[in-house]
């Protein structure tokens, strides 16, 4: 039968006396087909997709079972969501229920496709025997249970879509899965996950018991669980709506409080690292909010800044990208006393570790995509004065063989190319336009990129061009089209003699 169409191969396999020879030809025929070919052969043909799903369930051979799902994945990822749902509909649950990790994930991905057809979704979510194995499947190994949260999700996202919500046997169901730290984690960043995207989705999940049961375990006594619920409420106050939720049920005020009193606390050197990345991540998306109503956060962080503690630093550099941040920091006499001080010191050390995290904060800190004004540029001036970094040796640093600290004095220099006294300090600095236009050949990849990238913003930088002349603009732009592993040619011309 080699050449026959897909259909009659795959028809002949009932009665077939070599059922696994003619697996191994359908399995060849459809791999070496277009999706096009695959959907115009069987999309009409649900009851032969059928055929293989029966025989997946009937396969005593692994072999076998290797063969059918390789088949059945391809159909999945080919055929309409109709097709796949009247094929699978019967074998949801029971391939849910398998203890074969390729069975659970193939027929998640079936029930993914079929939920792209929003008429089935009510079906699905109606079904507490599916959706009690489709949650069951989220406490298997990590490869099934993201397959599994992400099928809910989007299950979930359709049901808000609809206004369908969401009955108590799932809100049953996730509860019980929620039964072990591990699970219990990846549950809450599936709901979070959900809110973030749709505010709908929010308004109906939001006053679920889980959702107190969470913002409870931010202040618990366990700290691993409070360290994972940090993680996972920061995520959610990334959005308008969940920010107010959390205001809402004080949320901040608790852990400002925390904050206050964190020398008291034993667990202190594992708990702070936490409460700095959640504050920070919600302060720069709300620094007026975070920094007048909670100053708690502000004032610890210059207090550890002492420490020299990188998640103290790196929290300082990220906070630091809002301009709003920016302004407030230029108010405060304990950010030029300690930080500025800090971050100097830290660039000149021979610690190429802290030489790499104090230029990455500073790339952080002098980066301004939101606002670039003369108020702004003259206040980042002040900075770049108080930190007593001659420009000069940040250049000689690009010589020296640490790449990861080239990377992040590549990205400075970009950060600094829009402001009028930064390009002053560049063209004023000997070896600088050498080092930018040379092509190094002992760079590694990540720094002949990071450099491309940097040739490519000051390219494109009128207030470079303004500075240096337009024939260093035409050698950066040529540079620029090149792209960043041209190299000139080695021209070598031999003369033959009479």
Request: net charge negative; aromatic share 8%; with cysteine.
């Amino acid at each position: 039968m080699i050449g026959a169409p897909i259909v009659q191969l795959i028809s002949s396999l009932k009665n077939s006396e070599r059922p696994h020879d003619l697996l191994l030809e359908i399995k060849s025929a459809l791999h070496v087909m277009k999706k096009t070919e695959v959907k115009r052969q069987l999309n009409s043909q649900s009851q032969q997709l059928t055929t293989i799903v029966d025989y997946l369930i009937q396969s005593v051979s692994e072999e076998e079972k290797r063969i059918c799902i390789s088949i059945l994945n391809v159909c999945v990822h080919a055929l309409d969501p109709d097709v796949i749902y009247t094929s699978f509909e019967t074998f949801f649950v029971r391939g849910l229920d398998s203890n074969d990790e390729n069975i659970n994930t193939l027929t998640l991905e079936a029930i993914n496709v079929a939920s792209s057809s929003v008429r089935h979704i009510p079906s699905i979510l109606s079904n507490p025997d599916l959706t009690s194995a489709l949650i069951t499947n989220t406490r298997k190994e990590l490869a099934v249970s993201k397959v599994a949260c992400s099928t809910l999700k989007k299950l979930i996202l359709q049901a808000a879509d609809q206004d369908l919500g969401v009955n108590d046997q799932i809100k049953t169901a996730l509860r019980r899965c929620s039964d072990t730290d591990v699970t219990k984690l990846r549950i809450y960043e599936l709901l979070v996950q959900i809110c973030v995207q749709s505010p709908k989705a929010f308004d109906m999940l939001s006053e679920w018991e889980m959702f107190d049961v969470m913002v409870s375990e931010s202040v618990t006594d366990d700290i691993l669980v409070q360290l994972n619920t940090l993680f996972v409420l920061g995520e959610l106050a990334s959005c308008e709506h969940g920010f107010n939720f959390l205001c809402k049920k004080g949320v901040f005020d608790k852990l400002a409080d925390v904050l206050d009193n964190i020398n008291e606390n034993p667990m202190k050197g594992l708990l702070l690292p936490g409460l700095f990345k959640f504050f920070g991540g919600v302060c720069f998306l709300k620094p007026t909010e975070m920094i007048t109503k909670h100053p708690a956060f502000m004032k610890c962080l210059f207090e550890e800044l002492n420490t020299s503690d990188s998640v103290t630093i790196e929290t300082l550099g990220f906070i630091c990208r809002s301009s709003a941040v920016k302004l407030s920091m230029n108010e405060k006499s304990e950010f030029r006393r300690t930080a500025l001080p800090l971050l100097s010191s830290m660039c000149k050390s021979p610690d190429t570790v802290k030489r790499c995290l104090g230029f990455s904060s500073l790339r952080q800190m002098f980066s301004c995509s939101d606002e670039r004004s003369g108020r702004m540029s003259a206040i980042l001036q002040n900075w770049w004065n108080a930190l007593d970094l001659p420009f000069e040796s940040i250049v000689e640093m690009l010589s020296q063989p640490f790449e990861d600290i080239k990377i992040e004095i590549h990205g400075l220099i970009s950060a600094l190319s829009w402001m009028q006294w930064a390009v002053d300090l560049m063209r004023n600095c000997g070896g600088f336009i050498e080092y930018i236009l040379g092509r190094q050949t002992n760079l590694g990849r990540g720094t002949v990129l990071s450099k491309y990238d940097t040739v490519c913003v000051l390219a494109d930088s009128p207030v470079v061009r303004q500075t240096f002349g337009d024939p260093i603009y035409v050698k950066l732009q040529t540079y620029k089209s090149c792209g960043p592993y041209y190299s000139i040619p080695d021209v070598q011309v031999a003369v033959e003699r009479s």
